[in-house]
């Protein structure tokens, strides 16, 4: 099982930005799919999270900002990023609780993160 991240990039404060992530390899299912970030100095803290049936849950540093939204017949977990800030600059990774197959449980992968970088 891989996830593959893409999507990251600079922009100025205000602007948006769109995260995609695609989970590829062995996956009988798929559970919760979301977003991680990290900034320089900092831990890796929670931004978005998606159940496979679609509720949502998020940080409150970027609810009414930030949707994330997820694919579940492509696999894919994407995020939309509005009304970016300096502070959210960060490496953003996306996370997938994959179960391999019938016998297995599900496990947590990560994608290898994606440099999103918001000048002022």
């Known amino acids: 099982v891989q996830l593959q991240a893409s999507g990251g990039g600079l922009v100025q404060a205000g602007g948006s930005l769109r995260l995609f992530c695609v989970v590829s390899g062995s996956a009988y299912s798929i559970g919760a799919m979301g977003w991680f970030r990290q900034a320089p100095g900092k831990q890796r803290e929670l931004v978005a999270i998606?159940?496979?049936?679609?509720?949502?849950n998020y940080a409150d540093n970027v609810k009414g900002r930030f949707t994330v939204s997820r694919d579940n017949a492509k696999n894919t977990v994407n995020l939309q990023m509005n009304s970016l800030k300096p502070e959210d600059t960060a490496v953003y990774y996306c996370?997938?609780?994959?179960?391999?197959?019938?016998?297995?449980?599900?496990?947590?992968?990560w994608g290898q993160g994606t440099l999103v970088t918001v000048s002022s």
């Open positions: 998606i159940m496979s049936g679609g509720t949502t």
């Open positions: 996370n997938a609780w994959v179960r391999k197959n019938y016998w297995s449980d599900e496990s947590s992968y």
